[in-house]
């Protein structure tokens, strides 16, 4: 099992279209066949997908998806800041 976190930090003047942006990726992550859980978290401007994927080469797919391509080529200037992705291990 693969872990991702991925936090997605809006500018606050671009919410609500950063939000509908990122609403689509989860409803199409989901379909993944690779995908155990696609999660999105939100608190004021941040948004948080906790991501856990069945092994590396069906994260690999989802990272060739166009819908993923494009939501990062599309919110990059609609985001406070670069987004961060932290691939982890459960310890507990």
Not at 16 to 25: A, I, N, Q, R
Not at 48 to 60: C, H, K, P, R, V
Request: proline share 1%; net charge negative.
């Amino acid at each position: 099992m693969i872990s991702i976190t991925a936090i997605i930090k809006s500018k606050k003047e671009n919410i609500e279209v950063v939000k509908e942006m990122v609403h689509s990726l989860v409803t199409n992550t989901r379909k993944e066949a690779a995908c155990v859980r696609y999660d999105l978290h939100y608190s004021e401007n941040v948004f948080i997908i906790w991501e856990e994927w069945t092994n590396q080469a069906g994260l690999d797919i989802h990272n060739e998806q166009s819908y993923l391509i494009d939501f990062i080529a599309n919110s990059e200037t609609l985001l406070a800041s670069p987004i961060q992705v932290f691939k982890t291990t459960q310890v507990m």
